[in-house]
């Protein structure tokens, strides 16, 4: 029989070699002489010498079946462990369908991989974890919700797609900025809702179509707002790059406000040539304009781990704390050139004065509490406005927020419908340990907005209520030239503050009943439309649809209506002026 190839090649005398300390090295002629053969390495070749020869010993027959014993062991080790791997990938691909299908459809949270690029591993990261899961409506009155947004925004999409609000009765489109803003406004609310097909056509629309290269003058304030604001929350849900690179395009173009004398913003900026100046009817800036794009500069900063907007904008906050106010109360108008305000301006919660006070509280927050100026001056606003500007009708005693003419010397008892955003700002101040006052306040002043639609025959509030003081009979009227309702979110967004603030549903209900209102009066076959008399049980239809109604309005609404209030928590976001939710930070 022939000897296997390796038996002649170690002749190891058949004798195992004793291993001692002395010799822990012994030299084997045979095998190879440039190696020393260890002890160990010696009693290992001993017993292959062993083996070699028992095998030699073995028949043919002996041989076969050994290896074929080896043959089954090894095939059943081999089936054994692809299993387990097996079993290991289908748990792996199971994890992530949990994760990446809240919403009914991979898409919209895990896009193509075309357009997702890896997060950025900075500021980030760590909300990554945090994105909200949407589980879309869970009771009738959130369906009713989604089939309005559903209805709306078809018609947007057959007879407005890519302009920026739909003309529902026309069936026409209108351009503001040429920017799509009921795409970019109202894409989150999609998302929110749950309608991945209305929310990847919108994202498709942002990625192919939204450029900001025309040659033409935008509102500085209303594009941050609704534009950067819309696409800093969908790239926070989304983490889909594209929207962050769109939001640094359009934040680049916009810094181009802050190039005045003073770095107070200009209010009208060219996206094209990257230019700004003041509008062409003054020399002025709006105070609210300039103070309510902090928190998405500061947004778009964090994301984007560059500080350059933040500091541009936060710059403006510290500027406008500087300055001499009426009890923390500010003047309607600032001078960019010279970063002062107009002397004798309006004093407002309404209209250019809102929301200097909402990002006061709303900054403060954002920068996990830690910016003391913030709070101070909201803090001294309010009781500036306890002082000032609140007030109680005749003869039931409501309370309202009335303005402030003429550098503060007459009284006006009339309330914008844009003040009844003070509630849920107030509750929110509450719910932040703030004082029980401003919760008693939100409270009342709510139910007073309240009023404001109750006591119309459509149950739909007017642009601007005038309140009496001395009065026997009406607290509130309504002049004809501001009967007019836009389809404006501010009372349901307060409603939604207290909803989650307090779990009280009393405030469902009455949404529910302006929810009925707007599908009884403003609901037409292509979309809802804003009203122009409130008082008329026939009100006249005005033909516009404002984007605000689906970033607002209709996510408002269907926030409200959930039986978890907690859907967008606000111990987690902060929602800018046009409900677009922004990550709270830790500074
Ligand atoms: C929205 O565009 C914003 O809320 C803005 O701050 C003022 N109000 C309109 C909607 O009414």
């Not at 010799?23 to 190696?35: F, L, M």
């Not at 913030?374 to 803090?379: F, G, K």
Request: proline share 5%.
């Amino acid at each position: 029989m022939k000897k296997p190839v390796f038996d002649t090649q170690i002749d190891f005398n058949g004798q195992q070699q004793p291993a001692t300390h002395t010799s822990t090295r012994k030299w084997n002629s045979k095998i190879d002489s440039s190696h020393l053969v260890t002890d160990q390495q010696q009693t290992i070749l001993l017993s292959h010498r062993k083996i070699i020869r028992r095998w030699n010993r073995l028949s043919r027959l002996q041989r076969s079946l050994v290896y074929a014993l080896f043959l089954i062991t090894a095939t059943v080790l081999v089936l054994f462990y692809s299993s387990k791997l097996n079993a290991a990938n289908v748990n792996k691909n199971s994890d992530s369908n949990i994760v990446v299908e809240p919403l009914k459809n991979v898409s919209l949270v895990n896009e193509p991989v075309e357009n997702v690029v890896q997060p950025k591993k900075t500021v980030v990261e760590s909300e990554v974890n945090e994105r909200p899961v949407f589980t879309g409506p869970s009771n009738a009155r959130q369906y009713a919700v989604v089939e309005s947004f559903k209805h709306a925004w078809k018609a947007y999409k057959e007879h407005a797609w890519g302009h920026d609000n739909l003309k529902p009765l026309s069936g026409m489109a209108f351009d503001w900025f040429s920017l799509g803003l009921s795409i970019v406004d109202g894409l989150d609310t999609a998302y929110i809702m749950g309608l991945t097909e209305e929310f990847e056509e919108g994202r498709q629309w942002v990625k192919n179509e939204l450029v900001f290269t025309k040659n033409k003058d935008v509102n500085f304030f209303e594009v941050t707002i609704r534009v950067l604001g819309g696409l800093l929350t969908n790239y926070h849900f989304t983490q889909d790059e594209m929207f962050l690179n769109k939001a640094k395009d359009l934040g680049d173009r916009l810094m181009a406000a802050f190039s005045s004398p003073s770095g107070i913003p200009y209010s009208d900026v060219n996206l094209g040539t990257k230019t700004a100046h003041a509008p062409e009817w003054s020399h002025y800036s709006t105070t609210a304009e300039v103070t309510t794009v902090q928190l998405e500069f500061r947004e778009l900063s964090r994301a984007s781990n560059d500080p350059v907007y933040e500091d541009a904008a936060a710059a403006v906050s510290e500027k406008i704390h500087q300055l001499p106010k009426k009890h923390g109360l500010v003047p309607i108008f600032i001078n960019p050139n010279t970063g002062h305000f107009l002397p004798h301006a309006t004093i407002t919660l309404g209209a250019r004065g809102d929301s200097y006070y909402e990002y006061l509280l709303k900054q403060w927050i954002q920068t996990g509490k830690t910016i003391n100026y913030l709070l101070d001056d909201y803090m001294t606003a309010i009781e500036g406005v306890r002082e000032f500007l609140a007030k109680r009708s005749s003869p039931n005693k409501h309370l309202f927020i009335g303005e402030l003419s003429a550098g503060s010397e007459s009284f006006n008892p009339k309330m914008d419908h844009l003040t009844c955003f003070l509630p849920g700002t107030l509750a929110l101040g509450h719910a932040n340990d703030l004082p029980d006052w401003h919760m008693t306040m939100a409270e009342e002043l709510l139910y007073t907005c309240y009023l404001t639609y109750a006591v119309h025959p459509t149950f739909l509030a007017p642009e601007i209520t005038h309140f009496n003081l001395a009065s026997a009979t009406n607290d509130m009227y309504t002049k004809t030239a501001d009967a007019h309702n836009l389809l404006r979110p501010e009372f349901v967004e307060s409603l939604w503050y207290m909803y989650q603030i307090t779990g009280n549903t009393t405030y469902q209900d009455w949404g529910w009943q302006i929810f009925q209102s707007l599908e009884k009066y403003a609901k037409v076959p292509n979309g809802y439309t804003s009203l122009a008399n409130v008082k008329s049980e026939k009100p006249l239809q005005r033909d516009m649809m404002e984007s605000f109604f689906l970033s607002e309005t209709l996510k408002y609404l269907y926030l409200l209506f959930s039986d978890d209030r907690f859907v967008i928590d606000l111990n987690k976001y902060v929602i800018n002026s046009e409900a677009h939710p922004l990550p709270i930070h830790k500074n």
